[in-house]
């Protein structure tokens, strides 16, 4: 299966979010990974509704919207109508978390589920047949540009591990301070996307960066 490249709109530059999305259209990459933070679940506000809105009026590939908010219930429809493709809510942020899938995937999306550092990846074992893409996070999520975590490797393989004993089709998805030194390590552990912010958009050339990272994850 073709590994993908998902750059996070957090590290774009706002002002000339238009630019920098019609960039990522042209480049090697598969999709937009857009960071919703709500202050509460973690202690970062990103952007919300209209700035969504804005985004997927110019972004020609797959909406991947990871929502860092509690309660994301509330939300579910809102997310769909502004156009995410995959919608994944944190397990941290879930007390039913079973239901909270079933009503994504109703709306018309796929269904993710991010894990903090903490986290450990059993415990999603009993809904991995439900789960389209897990996002395992590799720092604790509310910042971009934080170092990367090396107990993500092992993390990984124990997922894939589970994926595989249970035959389910769910996609692993690592997010946070990925760069070209750590993208082959992960995918040989059993990742299949890959998203990058600073990495990225901090680059004096950000398509040829996604364009080395589609290689480095494809070879
Ligand atoms: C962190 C976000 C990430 C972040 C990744 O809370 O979920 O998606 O934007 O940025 P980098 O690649 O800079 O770590
Ligand atoms: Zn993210």
């Known amino acids: 299966m073709e590994k993908l490249i998902a750059p996070s709109i957090l590290a ?9 999305i019609e960039m990522i259209n042209e480049s090697d990459a598969d999709w937009f990974h857009i960071d919703i933070m709500d202050g509460v679940f973690v202690p970062n506000i990103s952007f919300g509704m209209p700035v969504l809105e804005a ?6 590939k797959v909406i991947d919207v990871h929502l860092m908010i509690v309660d994301p219930d509330r939300y ?3 997310f769909s109508d502004l156009g ?9 942020a879930c007390t039913h978390l079973h239901r909270t899938l079933q009503a994504i995937k109703a709306e018309g999306m796929r269904a993710g589920v991010a894990i903090n550092p903490h986290t450990n990846v059993s415990l999603l074992e009993d809904v991995i047949n439900d789960i389209d893409l897990v996002c395992i996070m590799s720092v604790n999520p509310g910042f971009g540009g934080q170092s990367f975590i090396e107990n993500t490797y092992k993390k990984t393989q124990q997922l894939k591990e589970i994926i ?5 089709k ?4 690592i997010d946070g ?8 390590k992960l995918i040989d552990a059993g990742a299949d ?5 600073s990495f990225v958009f901090k680059s004096k050339d950000p398509k040829e960066i996604v364009k080395k990272l589609k290689e480095i994850a494809n070879s």
């Open 177 to 184: 301070g990925v760069n070209s030194d750590n993208a082959k």
């Open 76 to 78: 579910i429809k809102t």
């Open 193 to 197: 996307v890959l998203v990058a912010g």
């Open 55 to 60: 985004i997927n009026r110019h972004a020609g």
């Open 170 to 173: 769910t996609q692993i998805e």
């Open 84 to 92: 995410a493709d995959i919608l994944t809510v944190h397990f941290e």
């Open 12 to 20: 774009a530059d706002f002002a000339n979010l238009q630019r920098d």
């Open 164 to 168: 595989v004993d249970n035959q389910a």
